[in-house]
């Protein structure tokens, strides 16, 4: 039997994904030895309370409530507390005493991302981040590595597995977004503030890490483009369905070039959208996550997996880990994080996409002209007008006559279409303005 050195991993937090890393460290660790060349050693697992209830089998005796003595020593420390503190102060320490460290926590990467890895540069240290964006996907490092010689210039993708969980159950099973969030919760995909992911922001965080690494240009999550799925109405997404669209929350990355000036700009966006049903994103169901890669060279690229869950999001960290052993068993620099493109970060008013606006209406001659000058007096140019056939006064026994108009539109500005919707919002023939969705994919 080979003799090996060891490797000394401190884990913080045993929680969905953490019990689950220090169950594949223990249980596959003869086979991780032999593919990193040392013993991976579990040397703690940092919890809040040791006597807690846990979803695999941890040794009592590697339990401890105290995080900053199991670091002092360590060689890799893997963090899967979540939040931004004490996990910031411990992966500052961490990295100053010389470990790599290992993290899934995309919010602390968010917001302290720069601080963080400016540190692990000046120590000589690593942070490994592959479960913090995609769950199991692995997508960091192929935009981080495979990619570093090719140009980026669009991403699109389902990069949140609980919504994606929650809008698939209110298509399929007609679910309510409480109802949905409830099992998704159950399940271990959701944060601990779920308001994280229904409110977008989670999405966000990981369309900033993505932009950043796809433009080589630090975009904070506070300048990605963000709208969650909590105005997603049931409605919503019935009607898509029978207009032959899902609607998906997506997030998209990708350099603008202005035409006139010829300067580049990143954009980075989150929101609900509408997606042809024969699209592939309309096939990704469940907590899965999908991302689509465009780059000049290599062109279309899809990475589709596990965006969510504790086992599944656990291989991602554990492959960090393994990537994180081999530098220490073979020596070297490893990858510093690259921003050297330091591109402007487009508002969302660079951005012009189609929508479908849904509109209840008075059923009245007329009422179509109306609302075509409006929207052209706005700049917005209509490409379909669909009228449902059961109109929603006979649907509903109101007094009044009216219909539902479903408008889409071609390619519009963010403003541009803000004030159409004011404008008919308040016209007279306009009862109310029951959904505005992006569409995209088409
Ligand atoms: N669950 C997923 O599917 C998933 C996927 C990708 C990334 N992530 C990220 O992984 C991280 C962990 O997620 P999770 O789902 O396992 O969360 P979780 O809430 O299930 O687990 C976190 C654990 O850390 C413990 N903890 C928190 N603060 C602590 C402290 N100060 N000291 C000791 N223990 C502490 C909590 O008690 C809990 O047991 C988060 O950053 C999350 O965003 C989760
Ligand atoms: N809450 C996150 C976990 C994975 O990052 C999600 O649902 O996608
Ligand atoms: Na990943």
Redesign the pocket.
Known sequence: MIEYRNLRIAL???????AQVADQLLTHADELAARVGARLELVGV???DVDAQRTTDIPRELLTAD?ESLILGSDIVVE????LE?ARTLILQALTSGADVIT????LLATHGPELFETAEQVGAQLYYE??VG?AIPIIRPLRDSLAGDRVTRILGIVN?TTNFILDRMDKHGETMEQALATATEL??A??DPTADIGGYDAAQKAGILASLAFHTLVPAEAVYREGITEVSLDDVRAARKAGYVVKLLAICEKIVDPLTLEAGVSARVYPALIPDEHPLAAVHGANNAVFVEAEAAGPLMFYGAG???IQ?ASAVLGDVVSAARRHVVGGPGVAESTHANLPVLPISAVTTRYQITLRVADQPGVLATIATLFSEHGVSVETVEQSVVSISEREGAAEPAATLVIGTHEASDADLAATVAALTTSTVVHSVTGVLRVEGL
């Not at 899967?80 to 939040?83: A, S």
């Open positions: 913080l937090g045993a929680g969905s994904v953490g940092a919890v809040r995080a899967l507390m979540g939040g004490p899934a926590n995309k919010a479960a913090a769950g597995g271990g995909y944060e601990a969510a869950g504790g999001t």
